[in-house]
């Protein structure tokens, strides 16, 4: 069973940076694509980037566009989230999901990390 393991998240200020990691141990992550995700509270969970399985593909909301940047490294068997120009709207728990195919939606994904705390708060 593929389990997907996020880390990196933190309380950062306002207009910081942080660098979210979705690693799945030992299992290769080559042949899937992998989502971004947060919810904050009293939200409903929205995708916020996503990278198909070659790393050639990737989409992002329009709320994070210019500001995050989601990559990934097969030979690491982690997919990474940059973020950058943190606002406070950005504060939730961030998921990583896995899948056939690289979209925002959260339905086209079957696993599911346990989620990291982002907090942007001065």
């Known amino acids: 069973q593929l389990q997907l393991v996020e880390s990196g998240g933190g309380l950062v200020q306002p207009g910081g940076s942080l660098r979210l990691s979705c690693a799945a141990p030992?299992?290769?992550?080559?042949?899937?694509?992998v989502g971004w995700f947060r919810q904050a509270p009293g939200k409903e969970r929205e995708g916020v980037a996503s990278?198909?399985?070659?790393?050639?593909?990737?989409s992002y909301a329009d709320s994070v566009k210019g500001r995050f940047a989601i990559s990934r490294d097969n030979a690491k068997k982690t997919v990474y989230l940059q973020m950058s120009s943190l606002e406070p709207e950005d504060t939730g728990i961030y998921y990583c999901?896995?899948?056939?195919?690289?979209?925002?939606?959260?339905?086209?994904?079957?696993?599911w990390g346990q989620g990291t705390q982002v907090t942007v708060s001065s």
């Open positions: 999901a896995a899948g056939v195919w690289a979209t925002l939606r959260r339905d086209n994904y079957d696993y």
């Open positions: 030992g299992f290769a992550l080559d042949y899937l694509a």
């Open positions: 990278i198909d399985y070659s790393g050639n593909s990737k």
